[in-house]
């Protein structure tokens, strides 16, 4: 029976269990792409801003999401970011228990969007929102480009 075609009783629903292979391979885009060279060659983040409403964003973005103008204008983001909301976990991703986890969502003064990594804090308590922040990044010949090069954020 065709996909399209109307089933008029119900003895006529079939159904089976199978799968279908997939195979794909994600890209970061243009504007990715190049966050992931900065921060792999120079161990820095990469914004672009909008030529037209001035907004910058990170990670690097190659449309405004206000304008949807292109963005050709980059700049490194050199200052150090703040901790804008955070959470401790003590379970894995099975349910288990295990050593507490604090992530945080890392924003930078004047840029819209963030990063959200891990913190290299011992204690949750120590934690404040408006924290000052800096990131702890792999050996530079260890870099590969992903947010995976940055070990986690530690106190600035």
């Known amino acids: 029976m ?3 075609e109307k089933i008029s009783q119900l003895s006529q629903a079939r159904h089976w269990t199978d799968s279908i292979p997939l195979e794909f391979h994600y890209t970061a885009g243009v504007a990715g792409e190049e966050f992931r060279r900065e921060l792999k060659k120079n161990g ?3 914004a672009s801003k909008c030529a037209k409403c ?12 206000t ?3 292109e ?19 003590n379970r894995n991703r099975t349910g288990d228990p295990s050593e507490p986890v604090t992530i945080a969502l890392i924003r930078f003064e004047g840029v819209k969007g963030g990063i959200v990594h891990k913190l290299n804090i011992n204690e949750s308590g120590r934690v404040t929102f408006g924290m000052k922040v ?6 530079m010949a260890e870099r590969t480009g992903a947010l995976t090069d940055i070990l986690a954020f530690k106190a600035a």
Do not use: H, Q, W
Not at 54 to 65: D, G, L, Q, T
């Open 71 to 89: 963005m050709k204008e980059t700049r490194t983001i050199e200052e150090a970011g703040y901790v804008y909301s955070y959470t401790t976990v």
């Open 54 to 65: 001035k907004s910058s964003y990170v990670p690097a973005r190659m449309f405004c999401p």
């Open 134 to 139: 800096v990131p702890m990044l792999k050996d």
């Open 2 to 4: 065709p996909i399209l």
């Open 44 to 46: 820095r983040f990469l």
């Open 67 to 69: 304008c949807f103008i």
